[in-house]
């Protein structure tokens, strides 16, 4: 009885430590016999106990090595230091797992030789500026080779390229010049701008002195224009009235019938007038002489004059 229930409890505890459970983004490669017999993907999986084993566990997540910095000659002779950092996933655990012996060691001295073949066919120029480029055929040749091995490269990325310090140092001090050249052209471009903008405000501010000037002596004449119009429209009216009030005068003398001595009178009235401190001879009509009192008033004339 008692060797019934140990067998069991063997059994029992023998299938509870061969139950594995796989987690996401992950996969077991499992050998039977030494030889392998299947990948076990996500989920509850139990394995056969002595016979059954799990070879390697793949983790398929993207991952990123970040290589230390290589030594790498340019076209030109120039020795410089590289880093890189590889992002890669793996596609096949099986091939990950048979297909190279320390997948990242293998990784690493594929990108320093492949790089080391790039960049000596660029000069030291071209190499600091075609980073782009260096990534693209970078990750194309690595992905290409380590397909084989169930490796996917997604990226390459130059994390920091390196000259030596005597080209550091005349890199800067031919940054720092063309710096000053690039302020130097500024500087006189906008100072060109400036004087440019100078000239153009004084060549408007004299068209527009000009303009008002010419305005001014148009208004000024015009306003002598309309003066002299009026002036002369004034006269105008003037003698116009004059002459209105002379036939108006006629008129009435016609109208009212003014007799000859009436006539007379306003002739004797004229006359004194006339003779009114400036005339020492005098002609008076036919018409006038026959009046006693017109003779009085002309004596009396000539007399004041004396």
Not at 121 to 126: A, M, R
Not at 190 to 219: D, F, H, P, R, Y
Request: proline content about 4%.
């Amino acid at each position: 009885m008692w060797f019934f229930i140990i067998v069991f409890v063997l059994v029992i505890a023998g299938i509870i430590t061969n139950i594995r459970v796989v987690p996401q983004a992950a996969a077991f490669v499992i050998e039977r016999l030494g030889a392998y017999r299947t990948t076990w993907d996500v989920g509850l999986h139990v394995k056969v106990p002595f016979i059954d084993r799990v070879a390697n566990r793949v983790s398929l997540k993207e991952q990123v090595v970040d290589f230390p910095p290589q030594p790498v000659i340019t076209k030109d002779n120039v020795t410089m230091q590289i880093d890189t950092v590889v992002y890669f996933s793996i596609t096949d655990p099986k091939l990950y797992t048979y297909g190279v012996n320390n997948p990242l060691m293998a990784i690493e001295n594929l990108t320093a030789t492949t790089l080391r073949n790039i960049i000596g066919d660029l000069e030291l120029d071209e190499t600091l500026t075609s980073r782009d480029i260096i990534n693209t055929k970078l990750r194309s040749i690595l992905d290409e080779a380590t397909d084989p091995w169930g490796i996917r490269i997604s990226r390459v990325e130059l994390k920091n390229i390196m000259p030596p310090v005597e080209i550091q140092d005349a890199m800067e001090k031919q940054m720092k010049a063309e710096r000053e050249r690039r302020e130097k052209i500024l500087k006189a471009e906008g100072e060109k701008t400036s004087a440019v903008l100078m000239a153009q405000g004084n060549k408007e501010a004299a068209i527009l002195n000009a303009e008002a000037e010419k305005e001014a002596a148009i208004l000024r004449a015009e306003a002598k224009k309309e003066s002299a119009i009026r002036e002369a429209e004034g006269e105008a009216q003037a003698i116009l009235k004059v002459q209105e009030a002379t036939a108006e005068g006629l008129k009435m003398l016609r109208n009212a019938e003014v007799d000859d001595k009436v006539v007379s009178l306003k002739s004797l009235e004229t006359f004194a007038k006339v003779a009114d401190g400036k005339s020492t001879k005098i002609i008076i009509p036919s018409e006038i002489q026959n009046m006693a009192g017109l003779i009085s008033s002309l004596k009396e004339v000539v007399d004041d004059e004396d």
